[in-house]
């Protein structure tokens, strides 16, 4: 279909263009604007109808977002943001320039100038700045019927209308209810009748975590959010947390090999921002394995006298990294998904010091047999390895299970305690043990 319209556009064929675009949906609408050059995107997106224009600015990049809102007029921006749903506005005011979102509050009423500013001011990734205003409330002393009659008169404007949500005289939340029970429900009967009071809700200054962890735990659809007074002020819809579970989730993958956050696509970064990502990381890595340098050359006396033992250090090393990343990778998923906490500590401890005793045993084994058997190596070099191969694994293990806990229990992000600096510390205890062992058995 791309290929389609691209070919069509080469030849200046724009009718045939507005109708391929009939039939495409508008997320990859807002795809294939992405790939054009901005003559093009621009010229697609203004053959477009409005209510599937504003579909299709509301999937474009911020960059892109950006790009249109400065070479639209001013009247056409104005009507897109109009339709947009009002957590979609905040979210494109968030990343504008200033001059553009002057130009919005400019034409804006005084009430939605309020209300923008005042959700601008709400910390990032917290609740307050996910959460949209456009949501059904009812009163609990309506009837079935009146509900009814209030979801059919509003429902247009709201971003969804399976949950509503019941309030008293000052906005205070007191209970939900499902549109599904409303509409099979006795007519006759009240909103307090059947709404739910026990109900999931979070608060304005909640981190979006939280909100994530919460939604995917109760199967919700939306959530509400409240102040610290209990009024309610908005929700938070499905869509917007699957949005902020993918962040979160490439944000612990960039962390966990050693790279700086970033929201930009690979291959829409400048070269620049690349490196920037990187670099840090990498000087603390390099800087850090001075420390195993040290280790080396302290012990350099024990290596002339046994030089064969140097033969083995990258293998221990590289398997103490990848056992310790093992643990690391499992237990910060487990924080991430609320099954493990600093409260399991020693759990965590006593766990991954059987499976790294029952792993270490069996890798041991099989090293033994290869150096021994295979390399021709004497049974004491033999020995020394595959028992520093036992310790190694057991200490990469505890040690890749316990630090994503500790680093969490004092408010660090688990993610930064993943394979660069786990490896680092696991190669460092690797050489202590195994340059200690061979003192210890080949008299070295």
Not at 241 to 257: F, G, R
Not at 323 to 347: F, N, P
Not at 417 to 424: D, F, W
Request: net charge negative; proline share 2%; with cysteine.
């Amino acid at each position: 279909m791309e290929n389609i319209i691209r070919d069509h556009l080469d030849t200046k064929n724009y009718a045939a263009v507005k109708k391929e675009l009939e039939d495409i949906q508008p997320v990859d609408i807002a795809e294939l604007l992405e790939e054009l050059d901005t003559k093009n995107s621009l010229l697609i997106f203004r053959m477009l109808h409005k209510d599937v224009a504003v579909e299709v600015f509301s999937y474009l990049s911020i960059k892109q977002q950006t790009n249109f809102s400065l070479m639209i007029k001013e009247d056409e921006l104005k009507e897109i943001l109009e339709e947009l749903y009002f957590d979609d506005k905040i979210d494109f005011l968030e990343e504008m320039p200033s001059t553009v979102v002057k130009k919005i509050l400019k034409y804006s009423t005084e009430t939605e100038r309020r209300l923008i500013n005042q959700f601008l001011n709400y910390p990032e990734n917290s609740a307050g700045s996910l959460m949209t205003i456009e949501f059904v409330d009812l009163k609990k002393e309506s009837t079935i019927s009146e509900a009814l009659q209030h979801i059919r008169k509003t429902a247009i404007d709201k971003e969804t209308i399976y949950t509503c949500y019941v309030i008293d005289n000052n906005r205070k939340l007191e209970g939900i209810v499902s549109l599904k029970e409303i509409v099979t429900s006795d007519p006759s009967l009240k909103v307090s009748d059947i709404m739910e009071t026990d109900f999931i809700y979070v608060r304005t200054l909640d981190d979006q975590e939280e909100v994530a962890n919460l939604t995917k735990k109760y199967d919700l659809l939306s959530i509400p959010v409240v102040d610290q007074e209990n009024r309610l002020v908005g929700i938070i819809t499905i869509d917007d947390v699957i949005d902020v579970i993918e962040e979160e989730q490439t944000e612990d993958i960039h962390k966990m090999h050693g790279l700086g956050p970033t929201e930009d696509e690979y291959l829409k970064t400048s070269i620049i921002s690349l490196a920037k990502q990187r670099i840090f990381w990498l000087l603390f890595l390099m800087l850090s394995a001075t420390i195993t340098g040290s280790i080396i050359e302290g012990f350099q006396s024990s290596l002339q006298k046994a030089v064969g033992l140097a033969v083995f250090i990258p293998m221990l090393m590289g398997t103490g990294g990848n056992a310790g990343t093992q643990s690391s990778t499992l237990v910060i998923r487990g924080i991430a998904l609320g099954e493990v906490g600093i409260h399991d500590l020693m759990q965590v401890i006593w766990r991954e010091m059987r499976v790294s005793f029952l792993v270490g045993v069996v890798l041991a084994a099989v090293n033994f047999a290869r150096v021994y058997f295979l390399g021709g190596n004497s049974l004491l070099i033999s020995a020394v390895v595959s028992l520093t191969l036992i310790i190694t694994v057991m200490l990469a293990k505890v040690i890749g299970g316990v630090l994503p806990l500790l680093a969490k229990s004092v408010n660090l992000d688990p993610a930064i305690m993943a394979s660069p600096l786990i490896s680092t510390m696991v190669d460092a205890m690797t050489l202590l043990s195994y340059f200690k062992i061979a003192e210890i058995f080949l008299n070295v």
